[in-house]
T-cell receptor, first 115, second 111 residues
Framework: AQKVTQTQTSISVMEKTTVTMDCVYETQDSSYFLFWYKQTASGEIVFLIRQDSYKKENATVGHYSLNFQKPKSSIGLIITATQIEDSAVYFCAMREATGGYKVVFGSGTRLLVSP | DTTVKQNPRYKLARVGKPVNLICSQTMNHDTMYWYQKKPNQAPKLLLFYYDKILNREADTFEKFQSSRPNNSFCSLYIGSAGLEYSAMYLC??????????FGKGTRLTVV
Protein backbone atom coordinates (compact mmCIF):
# COMPACT_ATOMS: atom_id res chain seq x y z
CA ALA A 1 0.00 0.00 0.00
CA GLN A 2 1.15 3.50 -0.70
CA LYS A 3 2.45 5.56 2.19
CA VAL A 4 3.84 9.06 2.63
CA THR A 5 5.98 10.11 5.57
CA GLN A 6 7.02 13.58 6.69
CA THR A 7 9.27 13.36 9.73
CA GLN A 8 9.77 17.08 10.34
CA THR A 9 6.87 18.31 12.42
CA SER A 10 7.97 21.95 12.43
CA ILE A 11 10.71 24.18 11.04
CA SER A 12 11.57 27.77 11.91
CA VAL A 13 13.58 29.98 9.56
CA MET A 14 14.40 33.62 9.09
CA GLU A 15 12.83 35.56 6.28
CA LYS A 16 14.65 35.54 2.91
CA THR A 17 16.46 32.29 3.62
CA THR A 18 16.04 28.90 1.90
CA VAL A 19 14.27 25.99 3.54
CA THR A 20 13.95 22.34 2.60
CA MET A 21 11.14 20.09 3.78
CA ASP A 22 11.57 16.35 3.58
CA CYS A 23 9.17 13.68 2.37
CA VAL A 24 9.65 9.98 1.73
CA TYR A 25 7.14 7.67 0.16
CA GLU A 26 6.47 3.98 -0.32
CA THR A 27 4.90 2.40 -3.35
CA GLN A 28 5.00 -0.83 -5.33
CA ASP A 29 4.10 1.03 -8.48
CA SER A 30 6.77 1.94 -11.02
CA SER A 31 4.86 5.02 -12.08
CA TYR A 32 3.41 7.59 -9.70
CA PHE A 33 2.81 11.27 -9.11
CA LEU A 34 4.01 13.37 -6.20
CA PHE A 35 2.47 16.62 -4.98
CA TRP A 36 3.05 19.32 -2.41
CA TYR A 37 0.25 21.32 -0.85
CA LYS A 38 0.09 24.27 1.52
CA GLN A 39 -2.52 24.68 4.22
CA THR A 40 -3.10 28.33 4.98
CA ALA A 41 -4.08 29.83 8.32
CA SER A 42 -7.72 29.72 7.27
CA GLY A 43 -7.45 25.95 6.78
CA GLU A 44 -7.63 26.01 3.02
CA ILE A 45 -5.38 23.49 1.25
CA VAL A 46 -3.76 24.80 -1.91
CA PHE A 47 -1.83 22.88 -4.56
CA LEU A 48 1.76 24.08 -5.06
CA ILE A 49 3.81 21.81 -7.29
CA ARG A 50 4.01 18.28 -8.69
CA GLN A 51 6.59 15.78 -9.87
CA ASP A 52 5.82 12.89 -12.19
CA SER A 53 7.99 9.86 -11.43
CA TYR A 54 9.06 9.35 -15.04
CA LYS A 55 10.49 12.86 -15.27
CA LYS A 56 14.13 13.22 -14.32
CA GLU A 57 14.14 16.99 -14.19
CA ASN A 58 13.12 18.53 -10.88
CA ALA A 59 9.95 20.61 -11.06
CA THR A 60 10.07 24.33 -10.33
CA VAL A 61 7.21 26.80 -9.88
CA GLY A 62 7.98 30.32 -8.73
CA HIS A 63 10.07 30.11 -5.58
CA TYR A 64 9.12 26.47 -5.03
CA SER A 65 11.27 23.66 -6.37
CA LEU A 66 11.57 19.94 -5.77
CA ASN A 67 14.50 17.68 -5.00
CA PHE A 68 13.39 14.36 -6.46
CA GLN A 69 15.62 11.44 -5.51
CA LYS A 70 13.92 8.39 -6.94
CA PRO A 71 16.39 5.77 -5.63
CA LYS A 72 15.76 7.09 -2.12
CA SER A 73 11.98 7.44 -2.63
CA SER A 74 12.36 11.02 -1.57
CA ILE A 75 10.72 14.24 -2.73
CA GLY A 76 11.89 17.33 -0.89
CA LEU A 77 10.26 20.75 -1.22
CA ILE A 78 12.63 23.70 -1.42
CA ILE A 79 11.42 27.23 -0.82
CA THR A 80 13.89 29.94 -1.71
CA ALA A 81 13.79 33.54 -0.49
CA THR A 82 11.16 32.69 2.10
CA GLN A 83 8.55 35.29 3.01
CA ILE A 84 6.45 35.75 6.13
CA GLU A 85 3.41 34.59 4.20
CA ASP A 86 5.07 31.25 3.53
CA SER A 87 4.32 30.38 7.14
CA ALA A 88 1.90 27.47 6.87
CA VAL A 89 1.63 23.70 7.07
CA TYR A 90 3.01 21.87 4.05
CA PHE A 91 1.75 18.46 2.99
CA CYS A 92 3.37 15.95 0.69
CA ALA A 93 1.05 13.61 -1.25
CA MET A 94 1.24 10.75 -3.72
CA ARG A 95 -0.93 9.09 -6.31
CA GLU A 96 -0.06 5.78 -7.95
CA ALA A 97 -0.50 5.52 -11.72
CA THR A 98 -2.21 2.13 -11.79
CA GLY A 99 -5.67 2.13 -10.22
CA GLY A 100 -4.45 5.56 -9.43
CA TYR A 101 -7.24 7.76 -8.24
CA LYS A 102 -6.43 7.47 -4.57
CA VAL A 103 -4.27 10.32 -3.22
CA VAL A 104 -2.51 9.77 0.11
CA PHE A 105 -1.06 12.55 2.26
CA GLY A 106 1.74 12.85 4.76
CA SER A 107 1.17 14.33 8.21
CA GLY A 108 2.55 17.73 7.32
CA THR A 109 5.39 20.05 8.30
CA ARG A 110 4.66 23.38 9.95
CA LEU A 111 6.87 26.19 8.66
CA LEU A 112 7.32 29.40 10.60
CA VAL A 113 9.08 32.26 8.85
CA SER A 114 10.23 35.05 11.13
CA PRO A 115 11.30 38.59 10.20
CA ASP B 1 -12.18 28.36 -12.54
CA THR B 2 -10.52 25.79 -10.29
CA THR B 3 -13.07 26.15 -7.54
CA VAL B 4 -14.51 23.37 -5.47
CA LYS B 5 -17.42 24.64 -3.41
CA GLN B 6 -18.60 23.23 -0.13
CA ASN B 7 -21.71 23.90 1.87
CA PRO B 8 -22.13 24.70 4.63
CA ARG B 9 -18.81 26.10 5.86
CA TYR B 10 -19.74 25.36 9.47
CA LYS B 11 -22.07 22.69 10.76
CA LEU B 12 -23.22 21.94 14.28
CA ALA B 13 -24.72 18.52 14.86
CA ARG B 14 -26.07 16.59 17.81
CA VAL B 15 -24.76 13.20 18.81
CA GLY B 16 -26.80 10.49 17.14
CA LYS B 17 -28.23 12.77 14.46
CA PRO B 18 -27.52 12.54 10.73
CA VAL B 19 -25.27 14.97 8.87
CA ASN B 20 -25.23 15.71 5.16
CA LEU B 21 -22.46 17.75 3.54
CA ILE B 22 -22.54 19.03 -0.01
CA CYS B 23 -19.80 19.64 -2.57
CA SER B 24 -19.78 20.85 -6.15
CA GLN B 25 -17.26 21.51 -8.91
CA THR B 26 -17.68 22.82 -12.41
CA MET B 27 -14.35 21.67 -13.84
CA ASN B 28 -15.77 18.46 -15.29
CA HIS B 29 -13.44 16.47 -13.09
CA ASP B 30 -13.95 12.72 -13.18
CA THR B 31 -12.94 12.07 -9.59
CA MET B 32 -14.33 13.60 -6.41
CA TYR B 33 -12.96 12.91 -2.93
CA TRP B 34 -13.91 13.38 0.68
CA TYR B 35 -11.19 13.77 3.28
CA GLN B 36 -11.42 14.19 7.04
CA LYS B 37 -8.89 16.58 8.56
CA LYS B 38 -8.17 16.88 12.26
CA PRO B 39 -5.60 19.26 13.77
CA ASN B 40 -1.99 18.15 13.40
CA GLN B 41 -2.97 15.13 11.34
CA ALA B 42 -2.78 14.24 7.67
CA PRO B 43 -5.92 14.58 5.61
CA LYS B 44 -7.53 11.17 5.86
CA LEU B 45 -9.20 9.81 2.75
CA LEU B 46 -12.71 8.63 3.52
CA LEU B 47 -13.98 7.78 0.04
CA PHE B 48 -13.87 8.87 -3.55
CA TYR B 49 -15.93 8.62 -6.70
CA TYR B 50 -14.30 7.87 -10.00
CA ASP B 51 -17.08 8.77 -12.39
CA LYS B 52 -20.05 6.89 -10.90
CA ILE B 53 -18.03 4.29 -9.03
CA LEU B 54 -17.77 4.76 -5.29
CA ASN B 55 -14.63 3.61 -3.47
CA ARG B 56 -14.69 3.64 0.32
CA GLU B 57 -11.71 3.14 2.56
CA ALA B 58 -11.82 -0.08 4.56
CA ASP B 59 -11.53 1.54 7.99
CA THR B 60 -14.35 4.02 7.38
CA PHE B 61 -16.53 1.81 5.24
CA GLU B 62 -19.52 1.67 7.53
CA LYS B 63 -19.29 5.19 8.92
CA PHE B 64 -19.74 7.29 5.80
CA GLN B 65 -22.02 7.18 2.81
CA SER B 66 -21.90 9.25 -0.33
CA SER B 67 -23.80 9.95 -3.49
CA ARG B 68 -22.90 11.57 -6.77
CA PRO B 69 -26.09 12.29 -8.71
CA ASN B 70 -24.17 13.95 -11.53
CA ASN B 71 -20.60 14.86 -12.47
CA SER B 72 -20.68 18.15 -10.58
CA PHE B 73 -22.14 17.22 -7.21
CA CYS B 74 -21.11 14.91 -4.42
CA SER B 75 -22.43 14.53 -0.89
CA LEU B 76 -21.09 13.01 2.29
CA TYR B 77 -23.58 11.46 4.68
CA ILE B 78 -23.11 10.48 8.28
CA GLY B 79 -26.03 8.44 9.55
CA SER B 80 -25.44 8.92 13.25
CA ALA B 81 -22.86 11.47 14.30
CA GLY B 82 -20.54 10.76 17.21
CA LEU B 83 -18.21 13.13 19.03
CA GLU B 84 -15.28 11.62 17.14
CA TYR B 85 -16.71 12.92 13.88
CA SER B 86 -15.89 16.50 14.85
CA ALA B 87 -13.36 17.58 12.22
CA MET B 88 -12.87 19.54 9.03
CA TYR B 89 -14.34 17.73 6.02
CA LEU B 90 -12.62 18.53 2.77
CA CYS B 91 -14.05 17.83 -0.63
CA UNK B 92 -11.67 17.67 -3.55
CA UNK B 93 -11.66 16.81 -7.22
CA UNK B 94 -9.25 15.88 -9.97
CA UNK B 95 -9.12 14.82 -13.59
CA UNK B 96 -7.16 11.85 -14.89
CA UNK B 97 -3.77 11.80 -13.16
CA UNK B 98 -3.81 15.46 -12.33
CA UNK B 99 -3.43 17.24 -9.04
CA UNK B 100 -6.26 17.37 -6.56
CA UNK B 101 -8.07 20.65 -5.95
CA PHE B 102 -9.64 21.21 -2.56
CA GLY B 103 -12.66 23.11 -1.38
CA LYS B 104 -12.44 25.35 1.68
CA GLY B 105 -13.96 22.67 3.85
CA THR B 106 -16.87 22.22 6.21
CA ARG B 107 -16.03 22.41 9.89
CA LEU B 108 -18.28 19.91 11.65
CA THR B 109 -18.76 20.14 15.41
CA VAL B 110 -20.69 17.35 17.08
CA VAL B 111 -22.07 18.06 20.55
Amino acid sequence: AQKVTQTQTSISVMEKTTVTMDCVYETQDSSYFLFWYKQTASGEIVFLIRQDSYKKENATVGHYSLNFQKPKSSIGLIITATQIEDSAVYFCAMREATGGYKVVFGSGTRLLVSP
Amino acid sequence: DTTVKQNPRYKLARVGKPVNLICSQTMNHDTMYWYQKKPNQAPKLLLFYYDKILNREADTFEKFQSSRPNNSFCSLYIGSAGLEYSAMYLCASSRDQGEVFFGKGTRLTVV
